[in-house]
């Protein structure tokens, strides 16, 4: 092959990998299932529980609101939003650094992160319901003679 065709392809190559690095940005906005039952307090629970056992720092906290942050390796740095009521949320771009932001796309650590919220977060009312759900049970097996 010639030299000239050999290093042509090797670019290409380096550029479609330097290109699959970015990817559209992810606003997970989430509808509880029926079968969850929160309340307001109950969900904001979830979600800072959720983002700091993920390494957030939560500088926010309303009614309606949380506001966190992450820095990973002090190159990585992301800011979100998440508005939330008793049985919705989104989590929600605020701004970045060194993840490359760009029309509309970002580095797939970001993506990555925020997935990985919004399971937790799910996962996190789940286990709640669970517990409350138990606690009535065995409440109400105490209860009968």
Known sequence: MPYLLRITL????????????????????????????SDRAQMQQAIVKTLVARGWTVQKITPQLVQAQITVREQYHAEI???????HYRIQYRDSSGLDYKDG???????????????GIVRELKDDQNER????????ALIKP
């Open 105 to 119: 796309k970002i580095h797939k650590n970001y993506i990555r992160w925020v997935r990985l919220l919004d399971k």
């Open 10 to 37: 090797i670019a290409l190559a380096l550029l479609g990998t330097v290109s699959c690095t970015n990817k559209p940005l992810l606003n997970p906005d989430r509808t509880l299932h029926a079968s969850i039952h």
């Open 81 to 87: 939003d998440i508005p939330y009521s008793a049985d």
């Open 133 to 140: 759900t138990a606690k009535q049970l065995s409440e109400a």
